[in-house]
């Protein structure tokens, strides 16, 4: 038994070591793509910058760009703020129905109990009758 349980404990350390390999990676993975795509975008915005300089003039340029960037800005709150609701939300449902559950176990649980203890009386008593048989069997010396 201690030689599977030995076996079992490699395997499960091979895992996570597998699995702390595989984190870092995608983490790195991540790490240059948001680099790369910070970078796109900082210059897609200065290109559209120069265009709307080259339209309007520097200052309608300027004033352009910033109101374009103060809309994407707020886009992106409104965004956070109903995806964190949204959360919340979810978050709550999912307490509420791990509550009901634990309440329906717990109900269920306690109905088959009491419908089970007049049915496992009798083998409660003989399992107890033979304990107590076993520790109270006479020796050789009490004869």
């Given at each position: 038994?201690?030689?599977?349980?030995?076996?079992?404990?490699?395997?499960v350390g091979t895992d996570i070591a597998r699995l702390r390999?595989?984190?870092?990676?995608?983490?790195?993975?991540?790490?240059?793509?948001?680099?790369?795509?910070?970078?796109?975008?900082?210059?897609?915005?200065?290109?559209?910058?120069?265009?709307?300089?080259?339209?309007?003039?520097?200052?309608?340029?300027?004033?352009?760009?910033?109101?374009?960037?103060?809309?994407?800005?707020?886009?992106?709150?409104?965004?956070?703020?109903?995806?964190r609701v949204r959360q919340q939300r979810l978050k709550q449902?999912?307490?509420?129905?791990?509550?009901?559950?634990?309440?329906?176990?717990?109900?269920?649980?306690?109905?088959?109990?009491?419908?089970?203890?007049?049915?496992?009386?009798?083998?409660?008593?003989?399992?107890?009758?033979?304990?107590?048989?076993?520790?109270?069997?006479?020796?050789?010396?009490?004869?």
């Amino acid at each position: 038994m201690l030689a599977g349980l030995h076996i079992l404990a490699r395997a499960v350390g091979t895992d996570i070591a597998r699995l702390r390999q595989r984190m870092a990676t995608t983490a790195i993975c991540y790490a240059i793509a948001v680099v790369a795509f910070a970078a796109a975008f900082g210059l897609g915005v200065a290109a559209a910058v120069i265009i709307l300089v080259e339209i309007y003039g520097a200052a309608g340029g300027l004033v352009s760009a910033a109101v374009i960037l103060l809309l994407a800005g707020v886009a992106a709150l409104a965004v956070n703020a109903v995806l964190r609701v949204r959360q919340q939300r979810l978050k709550q449902r999912a307490t509420a129905l791990r509550t009901a559950a634990i309440a329906q176990t717990a109900t269920t649980g306690a109905a088959r109990a009491r419908e089970a203890t007049p049915a496992l009386l009798p083998v409660a008593a003989i399992l107890a009758f033979a304990f107590a048989s076993s520790l109270l069997k006479p020796t050789d010396r009490d004869r």
